[in-house]
């Protein structure tokens, strides 16, 4: 389906919502609004490249690949969005999402979807990106709320650790609280 010129054109008038709200509430970040403005028409006519292409030409290998550079865009933009300094928690981000690409989208295209075939772009793309936005949001969840209950109880951890556990066994209680947390229905 071809969006028009016209249409392309109304989907620009809703950003006189944020232009609006930025003038009212005298907040300067107009520069920002227009910089971000900028770059999303470029992503997106990027990456309406890219699923052209994948969609009419793509193959098995291709399809896999673009779940690659997905996995690595959900790691990289939730570590951004954790806004923490620790390198170590790459790994622990990038299992969640990882298990779910493995485990969830094989399950899917080949049992679940009547998909011929069973790696079509044009339907595997658009759920694997639902599939990543919620597990980045659980996985942001869960590595926020772990972090910040580390941080504000080192004691118990300390206490832990003084009384033989291992760091395993000492952050067990804020592992749980966490994935309680991230496994909650939103």
Request: aromatic letters at 12%.
């Amino acid at each position: 389906m071809d969006i028009s010129y016209i249409s392309l054109a109304l989907s620009f008038l809703l950003l006189i919502i944020p232009i609006v709200l930025i003038r009212l509430t005298g907040l300067k970040l107009m520069r920002q609004l227009l910089i971000s403005i900028l770059r999303m028409v470029i992503q997106l006519a990027m990456i309406g490249l890219v699923l052209e292409f994948l969609f009419t030409k793509g193959s098995v290998w291709t399809t896999l690949g673009w779940f690659l550079v997905m996995i690595g865009s959900a790691v990289y933009i939730t570590y951004e969005r954790l806004d923490m300094p620790f390198r170590f928690l790459f790994p622990i981000i990038a299992m969640p999402l990882m298990v779910s690409s493995l485990v969830v989208m094989p399950y899917l295209a080949l049992l679940v979807l009547p998909v011929n075939p069973f790696w079509e772009p044009k339907v595997l793309i658009p759920i694997f990106g639902m599939i990543l936005g919620n597990c980045m949001n659980g996985t942001a969840l869960a590595v926020d709320r772990f972090t910040s209950d580390i941080k504000s109880n080192q004691n118990a951890y300390r206490t832990w650790i003084a009384m033989g556990a291992t760091r395993c066994e000492a952050v067990l209680p804020f592992f749980r609280k966490a994935m309680k947390m991230a496994l909650m229905p939103r």
